[in-house]
Nanobody
Framework: QVQLVESGGGLVQPGGSLRLSCAAS????????MGWYRQAPGKQREWVAR???????GYAESVKGRFTISRDNAKNTVYLQMINLKVDDTAVYYC???????WGQGTQVTVSS
């Protein structure tokens, strides 16, 4: 399987922005569906955004209009641009794809004053 490594998380103030990256160990061109997920403290992992191989996107209602998922197949990387961050966005963010059997370490996003 293609292995994924998330990066780009950090501590930001409410209203701030971050861009998360998901670097793949191999080609992602043939992977139909990739997505971002997050897990907040004490909660289950939830779906955040998805993108097809053709660039069609979808978002959870809680992040719609604030987050943008994209993919650069030439760089084997998926991104999550996050703007107008809220305290409730605090979580560990993971990327993955349909058919994957494991999760990576994720990247921590903390939104706090």
């Amino acid at each position: 399987q293609v292995q994924l490594v998330e990066s780009g998380g950090g501590l930001v103030q409410p209203g701030g922005s971050l861009r998360l990256s998901c670097a793949a160990s191999g080609s992602i061109s043939s992977i139909f569906l990739m997505g971002w997920y997050r897990q907040a403290p004490g909660k289950q992992r939830e779906w955040v955004a998805r993108i097809t191989s053709g660039g069609i996107t979808g978002y959870a209602e809680s992040v719609k209009g604030r987050f943008t998922i994209s993919r650069d197949n030439a760089k084997n990387t998926v991104y999550l641009q996050m703007i107008n961050l809220k305290v409730d966005d605090t979580a560990v963010y993971y990327c993955n794809y349909a058919g994957s059997t494991a999760w990576g370490q994720g990247t921590q996003v903390t939104v706090s004053s």
